[in-house]
């Protein structure tokens, strides 16, 4: 059998599980009023966290609890910083059973910090931790952002929060915006020196990273917009530390925010234009599924409730565009399963 043939079986089989992969029609509502950049983890108890902003300037973090796999929800509190707005929560659950919700801290064009709180009681409440980076005291307008924490967990235990950062800008060569990693030991007390993942130099703007475990070690998602248009890309390191910085593949049909989850023996991805791609490891070759989950919406996220099914949230999603965070399930096809949900 030659080399093509091969090659069109495997397209066919991409495509027919492409092809399976359908989405609930009704949609979970996590929020129904104004709220943003939902970000979820779940818990050695097996209950769900979800983090998202709400409210006008100063914006504050909701936090709820799900106990049936995203289905309903249940307040939980509020975690805010006075005069400051907080969003682009992220969550992440140490080994020893502390949960970490990151976030961004501003006062929009004056002062920028990654800030990382903690959790003791699953999540009921937050207390301040560390920052992990920031931006400070430039000048109005020409204080340069953090964006966009991400925390991640390293074979050796360590503590990885990845972030959009925009301070290497007034540098030569200058980098309009790249993705930075800090690593920490000690479950987020303190962060070593900074990490660039991505980064050319010029007009590129890497970020919103988001990272997944793939064969061999893990696949860095982000956007590229400047010089890609906003364009999702992803980029791989062995270790999740050594990066080459240069600008990974691009994923077709991806527009802002892309983000990816590895589901079995298939790897998922989507953005802010709806597309859902999926992959079975090949980072340079996707297939889209023709299936979104939701027409509508902003700032999506994946995540696996069972080895059979994942959940991505969106905001802004409603049948209509109706604002607050909606939840939408799909069964990941029987062949691509496995037994280990991350």
């Not at 590895?262 to 297939?287: C, D, K, M, Y």
């Not at 080895?307 to 109706?322: F, R």
Request: net charge negative; with cysteine.
């Amino acid at each position: 059998m030659t080399f093509r043939v091969i090659s069109y079986i495997l397209l066919g089989a991409v495509s027919a599980l492409a092809q399976s992969l359908t989405w609930s029609p009704e949609a979970v509502v996590l929020e129904d009023e104004g709220s943003s950049w939902t970000r979820m983890v779940h818990l050695k108890d097996g209950s769900w966290l979800a983090a998202y902003a709400v409210g006008r300037s100063p914006t504050r973090l909701r936090v709820k609890r799900s106990f049936d796999r995203m289905r309903t929800w249940q307040f939980l509190g509020e975690t805010s910083e006075p005069g400051r707005d907080v969003d682009n929560a992220n969550l992440y659950q140490r080994p020893d059973g502390i949960v970490l919700l990151a976030m961004r801290s501003q006062v929009p064009g004056q002062s920028y910090r990654i800030q990382v709180y903690a959790s003791v009681d699953n999540g009921n409440s937050f207390t301040y931790l560390s920052t992990a980076d920031t931006s400070e005291n430039t000048g109005g307008s020409q204080t340069r952002g953090v964006y966009e924490p991400f925390l991640w967990e390293l074979a050796d235990g360590r503590t990885a929060i990845f972030y959009a950062n925009e301070k290497h800008s007034v540098e030569k060569p200058a980098y309009s915006q790249a993705i930075s990693e800090r690593i920490s030991a000690d479950g987020g007390k303190t962060w070593g020196p900074e990490i660039r993942a991505v980064g050319v130099p010029g007009n590129s703007r890497p970020g919103e990273p988001n990272v997944v475990p793939v064969a061999g070690g893990v696949a860095l998602f982000y956007e590229v917009c400047g010089s890609e248009n906003c364009v999702g890309h992803t980029s791989t390191s062995g270790d999740g530390v050594t990066w080459s910085g240069a600008i990974g593949p691009a994923i077709p049909n991806t527009l802002q925010n892309a983000q990816g989850i590895a589901a079995g023996r298939l790897i998922v991805a989507t953005s802010n234009i709806h597309s859902i791609l999926i992959s079975t490891g090949n980072l340079s070759e996707w297939q889209d599924t023709g299936s979104p989950a939701f027409l509508h919406g902003v700032w999506p996220a994946f995540y696996q409730t069972s080895p059979g099914e994942i959940a991505l949230v969106m905001t802004g999603a409603g049948d209509s565009g109706e604002p607050g965070e909606y939840i939408r399930f799909a069964r990941l096809p029987r062949e691509t399963r496995a037994d280990k949900v991350r």
